[in-house]
């Protein structure tokens, strides 16, 4: 039998302090838990604060701003760690995928001195007595690599963008991750690659989950069908203005999103062919010269989610700098990234796909900033 002195300090102890126990644990039928614990000696090692400024195990919901102001105590509930355990098995999925096709993993840098998609989300840094800015993609690095002659690098690291918009699927700090391919022939080398390299992991993922019973195992799709390949112009008619050459909002993806998955089965989709005038690429992707009016770019949608994007790289250099000229930016700002196209560039092409929305369309959460265990957007700095 249990010392009552027990049952007092036990009473008064707040919820959340932590306690080391000795005792003896025993088999009970009246223990949810089927074993209970007789302790011989307690020792309180941190009392918790009282009130706690959320419940731990409480039934009743907070809403996500409080849950994000005390981020700590809501990463303690079970089905919140879940996220970040579905997490860190599809990146390791993806690690995996790309090493065992051949890609090398690669860091770098973060902190740059100039940006390469446009100014309007850079944020800027004070560095010394410079100023620099923090990277909103590995863009320029991953072409510079495939110059360096290293053909299949990914990469899996911060990018940093300033969204003014307070959206349920943008965040200023998101893990991209980044991949390039050198000698492609298209496309389509591109989308295959990243397909399959998507099916293996969640494939993956859901049998890892499935046998430790993960929440999260259910809802992640088996991928028996391919990946429609989805013209622009089609999707155009889908949504009921043909020809238009409008780019697709946030609403228009849903809808396609729906389309796809009920005409193709899969809830996996690439939009391809986007035209020139749509798609506002920047210097740094290849012009066709066959069909100037297309770009090889393409997009990838997950639940009608807007995924990845990618597509081949220019690695003629006339033609590289003809293109910052026209974009207002000037070549002599990007000696390092021209060098590596001055003594030899391999055909390339590339993609970036945003962890955090991957995780967000495998878990069915509301809002994308759930998948961060400290998400960073245009109001939060903290925790
Ligand atoms: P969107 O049109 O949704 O704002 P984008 O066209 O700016 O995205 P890209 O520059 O093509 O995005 O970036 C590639 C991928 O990086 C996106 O498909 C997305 O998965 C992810 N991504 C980009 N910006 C963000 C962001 N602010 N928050 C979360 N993920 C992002």
Do not use: C
């Not at 090398?104 to 390469?116: H, N, S």
């Not at 072409?143 to 053909?151: R, S, T, V």
């Not at 590596?340 to 878990?363: E, K, N, Q, S, Y």
């Amino acid at each position: 039998m249990a010392d009552p002195a027990w049952f007092a300090l036990f009473a008064e102890l707040p919820r959340e302090s932590v306690v080391e126990v000795e005792g003896t644990v025993r088999r009970s039928e009246k223990s949810n838990r089927g074993v209970e614990l007789f302790p011989s000696a307690v020792r309180v090692i941190t009392r918790s604060e009282v009130p706690l400024p959320l419940g731990v195990v409480d039934k009743v919901g907070a809403d996500l701003d409080t849950r994000l102001d005390h981020r700590v105590l809501d990463l303690r509930k079970p089905a919140v760690r879940a996220i970040f355990e579905l997490r860190a098995v599809v990146l390791a999925g993806f690690r995996r995928a790309f090493t065992d096709r051949g890609f090398l993993e690669v860091e770098t840098p973060k902190l740059l001195r100039q940006g390469a998609e446009g100014g309007a989300t850079l944020f800027p840094v004070q560095y010394f007595d410079q100023r620099a800015f923090l990277a909103q993609s590995p863009q320029l690095y991953k072409q510079m690599l495939m110059g360096a002659g290293f053909e299949r690098v990914f990469e899996i690291a911060p990018a940093f963008r300033a969204e003014p918009s307070d959206t349920v699927r943008h965040i200023t700090e998101f893990t991209s991750l980044d991949a390039e391919m050198a000698y492609i022939d298209g496309p389509e080398d591109l989308r295959a690659t990243l397909e399959e390299v998507i099916r293996e992991t969640l494939t993956r993922t859901k049998a890892e989950l499935t046998e430790k019973d993960h929440p999260f195992a259910g809802g992640i799709p088996e991928l028996t069908a391919p990946f429609p390949r989805i013209p622009f112009e089609t999707a155009e008619e889908w949504l009921g203005r043909p020809g238009a050459e409008q780019d697709f909002g946030t609403e228009d993806e849903k809808v396609i999103g729906v389309r796809a998955e009920k005409e193709y089965g899969s809830p996996f989709y690439f939009l391809v062919d986007y035209p020139t005038a749509v798609k506002l690429h920047t210097f740094y992707a290849w012009r066709n010269d066959a069909n100037p009016r297309k770009t090889g770019y393409f997009d990838l949608g997950f639940h009608g989610i807007e995924i990845a994007s990618g597509g081949p790289r220019e690695h003629r250099i006339d033609r590289l700098t003809e293109n910052m000229t026209a974009g207002g930016f000037d070549p002599k700002d990007f000696p390092g990234y021209l060098e590596a196209f001055r003594f030899g560039m391999a055909p390339h092409g590339g993609w970036g796909l945003g962890i955090d929305r991957i995780v967000w369309m495998l878990t069915g959460l509301p809002n994308i900033r759930e998948t961060r265990l400290f998400p960073r957007d245009r109001y939060r700095l903290d925790p």
